[in-house]
């Protein structure tokens, strides 16, 4: 692949971040929300950041754009430390990665207009004089598809579709490569999903942005993302291009998560597995795989060692099982019986 | 949407609402037309916001135009007219006159209480200013910076709020004998706190939201963020406490001259007023009563303001 | 067509409403819920009627907005202030609830009428034990001794699945994870045997893993116990896991009404047409533009004298800017609002346009 050569935009090394949680007793207990995460996000690329709630992506997001300090490890943007970025350094750093949050009604400030809001990022870096910067909003809002006069509204007059089109223009306003995006459709109705959906799509075309994108929803990352990470209890589980991860998933919790996917056009439950159990506490993580606890097909050896991320199949498809070959061949098998119509 | 299970009925649920038809009523028949929705909170709260308000404008205007509006000056002394009960008390020769009557030294009471509205008000007011900007700015640093700043000043806080401030104000003012900017002082002292918790306790709400952290991914400076972003969220809190505040000032003002360490004779105030008629009280209700009265009337207008500010701008009570 | 499933009679199983025994379960008529605004008055639920039959699990899906939870905390008497229902007919077993006294009412709720909300961390309270709180529910509801109770408590934890039920019932809420608490809700639910629960996006709140494991509760409890449930959401596909019948619901109204394989598949209004296909699926081609219903959700002031979806419908004509069509039967078991529904014969037009 051509991208393998070229050195990626971002890259996450041994991300780990631990928070400090107080519980109950005297024993000062940590909670490791992010455990060891490398990563690499291609220039151009769509890479899409999948896990249930409390598997770290978000803190991971955090850590991506400085609301964070890791605590292990190092998020390196154009082979730089982000971390260590200070002054002229960290200001062009902010110009040029951007986040976009869940909560597109949270992300504004309510009693800014949202043409005022738009124009903040251009006022804090000094870009241009009040007219230039009031075409530039106008210029924002053209681009994601809103007519202007949504400028002078505020936030509450807005539907939660025009909301998340605000929150995007916003950290388009200084031409960033990157965008960090948190779950940007998750608040959003299944019609109105689709709208931001392709308008993302569209910007990443246009304007040649790089994307991580964070969701909890297969659905949705298979559609927009060109490669898939898995997380799970804070480590990455498995990485790969999204045909290949959806088609051949090489990890037990992958392919587990795909089968419980509600779909409307896969009827009733005739497809899906159901994962027993739920997610361990992150402050009582078991030993070994983080995943053995609620692994159908987990041995003695899963409970001692940690399965390390290794490479599986073509490309640069990845995961940590001690028996990913197994897994892609249950995933065949059940793939081959649902195109049968078998059980 | 948050909800009970089952339907909120169990002792320990709370109590379900048995509501079908219109609301607040009990339950109607299908032929009952559609429900009439008087009264909604945030009228409600419009209501008692503009009860207050022409309360509040009355006393102020009356006050203001207290030299067009009274005949006599406040200080001025009528031995011949002492002791006149007001206009509808003929049994103590009320009279045109003197509609509120005179005191001891014939002083007439109307322009006397409205010159000492007009005075508690200005010094109030001042006091209010005060304790605004201390309090606000207060709060401000020590919710946007918190560290050790923030432990000492609300270390300070709490110490004023857990120390009777009416006996440091006496002591104070009997060390340094009274004057216009003494006063001024403790009042902008006596209520810095509340405003300093309160913007405190916002802010570091704020702080919190998504629009604060988007902010900070763009690179705003925290003095940016506090400024232009939390501080118009903090406002609508700040218009209820000093709202709050105003009366509470007054009524401390009037506490103040009432045990003589406030405003000094002849200067009309309201709670030297009451002080000079406790020795008459028996005799002529009116001396320490009209006086009292003026100082209900102003506190509840502005008490009322603030109860329908807090309706108002509360987005707990805000309907759909 | 129906992909074969595993199992006898799926949770899809076709319900037969005509072969259906005696009468439904629940019955609503011209339901018309209304709230007060500073704009004025806004109707929430606007003419709505459907029925639940004996064992039959009924979808309600829309978008926010939709009024498809107003729908449900009407029929339990719950809409709160401003708001209120102005008009309709509730039949609970042939009882009109809305002629019913609210003490009738209440007591009527949580026993033979039961619900479970969408979040289980707010729906329990934080201060009592599980126990407790199931306890007090039961003696809320009927002479009964803590034994009694407790063992109630008990049996129903055990049949949600809940493993070491009697440790559990010691346990207070915040002390269990977002899927044992909605299992513990579910219980609750049970705990007097209702003829009728209705579900008011009771997974949403859950990851997808947990979500599946209490649809597919949900779906072995109804099979087994036999009540009737009315399950609400916005997600297409865990309606279809459930749901026997779909009432689909757009700007308050009921725009169509059929058996869920069959509407989520040859959809007949082209809202759900629009619906179905805007969501991304795991079969959609990846990058290709998802057709997307143009506009928005027309607010409470402009909504059209027509039929409500007529300003973002690529099929309108005059007529249904002008006048509002009936859910009226178009083809046999599935009935539409619309004046001119997508027939299976018809060309190729999926009522759905590019955005």
Known sequence: MAEATEAPILSLQGLGMTFRARGEGRRAQTLRAVDGVDLDVGRGRVVGLVGESGCGKSTLARTIVRLETPTDGRVLYEGTDVHALAGRDLAGYRREVQLVFQDPYAALPPRMRCGEAIGEPLRIHRRGDTAGRRRRTAELLDLVGLPRVMGDRYPHQLSGGQRQRINIARALALEPKLLVLDEPVSALDVSIQGQVLNLLGALRRDLGLTYLFISHDLRVVRYLCDEVAVMYLGRLVEFGPTEEVFARPNHPYTLALIRSIPDHEREGLGGRVVLRGEVPNPIDRPPGCPFHTRCPMARDVCAREVPPLRPVGAGNHRAACHFAEEVSDAAMVAGRNRAAGLP | ?320 | MRAPRSGAGGPGRPVDVDALPGEPVLSVRNLTTVFATRAGEFTAVDDVSFDVWPGECLGIVGESGSGKSVAALSILGLVDYPGGVAAGEIRFRGEDLRRLRPEALRALRGSRLAVVFQDPQTALNPLFTVGRQMTDFVRAHRRASTREATRLATEKLRLVGVSAPEQRLRAYPWELSGGLRQRVAIAMALLLDPELIIADEPTTALDVSIQAQIVELLVDLKQRLGFSLIFISHDLGVVSAVADRVLVMYAGRAVERGPVGETFAHPLHPYTAALVASAPTLESVRGRPLPTIPGSLPGPSDRPAGCVFAPRCPRAQPICWAEQPPLAPVLPGREAACHFPLLPDAPATTGTARG
């Not at chain 2, 200080?75 to 009279?95: E, F, I, K, T, Y």
């Not at chain 2, 003197?98 to 200005?122: K, Q």
């Open chain 2, 1 to 320: 949407m948050s909800g009970g299970v089952a339907a909120a009925e169990g002792p320990l649920l709370g109590a379900g609402q048995g509501v079908t038809g219109v609301p607040g009523g009990p339950s109607t028949g299908p032929t009952a037309g559609r429900p009439t929705f008087r009264g909604l909170r945030s009228r409600r709260g419009g209501a008692t916001l503009l009860a207050g308000l022409v309360l509040f404008a009355l006393v102020l205007a009356a006050s203001l135009a207290a030299p067009l509006l009274t005949p006599y000056e406040p200080s001025r002394n009528d031995l011949r007219a002492r002791m006149h009960g007001p206009v509808w008390d003929g049994a103590h020769q009320g009279g045109w006159d003197h509609p509120l009557g005179t005191d001891a030294l014939g002083r007439d009471l109307f322009s006397r209480i409205l010159y000492g509205i007009r005075i508690s008000l200005a010094l109030a007011g001042a006091g209010l200013l005060l304790s605004l900007s201390l309090g606000v700015t207060v709060g401000l640093v020590s919710g946007l910076f918190g560290g050790w700043f923030d432990l000492a000043l609300m270390r300070l806080v709490d110490l004023q709020l857990a120390f009777p401030y009416v006996v440091l104000a006496m002591a104070i003012v009997t060390a340094t004998r009274t004057s216009i900017p003494v006063l001024v002082l403790l009042l902008g002292l006596a209520g810095w706190v509340y405003f300093a918790r309160v913007v405190r306790g916002s802010v570091l709400q704020e702080m919190q939201k998504d629009y604060v952290k988007a902010a900070q991914v763009f690179g705003a400076s925290r003095w940016r963020i506090g400024l232009r972003y939390v501080f118009p969220n903090v406002l609508p809190s700040v218009a209820v406490i000093a709202t709050l505040q105003l009366p509470a000032l007054i009524i401390f003002e009037a506490t103040l001259s009432f045990l003589g360490l406030g405003i000094q004779p002849p200067t009309p105030s309201l709670g030297g007023m009451m002080l000079d008629g406790v020795q008459y009280i028996a005799s002529a209700w009116w001396v320490i009563t009209l006086p009292g009265a003026a100082v209900l009337l102003t506190t509840l207008g502005l008490n009322l303001v603030s109860d329908g500010l807090r309706q108002l701008l509360d987005p707990r009570l805000q309907t759909v």
